[in-house]
């Protein structure tokens, strides 16, 4: 492993050119503006939380219902940076409702191919793959429509369950 100070020689270099921040700076007023969209437009349906800006890592926000809050339950939108992509995360309240219910969605084709549960989440899906950032009304609408559908589908998987 390199030492911290090759890092921040690269980390200073990169800074020097400013395209991390104009990215980092827009895509976290992207999000920002995406939750109150969410917001509007979803509100009959579910509640939204604030923004968190994360270690320029994650970007998300969180979003629940009656059905998710009575098991302790929620849902969050994530702006994955690393892989650059939109993703919808089931998560518990605390790490044994996180595990109770890992037990159950281990077995299910939203954790294809995992051997452990994710680290801050019951399960993670893609929701968008590969973003345009230069059309984001239209990647708004996207989201909505894959969120809409995708958030149905696992509190349905939830209901099946029977867990509480």
């Given amino acids: 492993m390199k030492d911290l100070n090759h890092y921040?020689?690269?980390?200073?270099?990169?800074?020097?050119?400013?395209d991390i921040q104009e990215a980092y700076v827009s895509l976290v007023k992207y999000v920002t503006k995406l939750g109150t969209y969410l917001s509007k437009n979803l509100s009959e349906s579910y509640s939204f939380g604030s923004l968190f800006q994360g270690y320029m890592d994650y970007t998300y926000f969180y979003y629940t219902n009656d059905v998710l809050k009575e098991r302790k339950l929620k849902m969050g939108l994530v702006l994955n940076h690393s892989k650059m992509q939109f993703e919808v995360w089931l998560l518990g309240q605390t790490i044994p409702i996180q595990e109770k219910y890992w037990e159950y969605f281990k077995l299910t084709h939203w954790n294809n191919n995992r051997t452990s549960r994710p680290q801050y989440s019951i399960l993670?899906?893609?929701?968008?793959?590969?973003?345009?950032f230069n059309d984001l009304n239209k990647l708004s609408k996207q989201i909505e429509d894959k969120l809409v559908v995708i958030t149905l589908e696992i509190i349905q998987e939830i209901k099946t369950s029977k867990l509480k």
Avoid: M
């Fill in 8 to 18: 921040v020689t690269i980390y200073k270099e990169q800074l020097e050119k400013g």
């Fill in 124 to 132: 993670e899906t893609v929701l968008i793959a590969n973003p345009d």
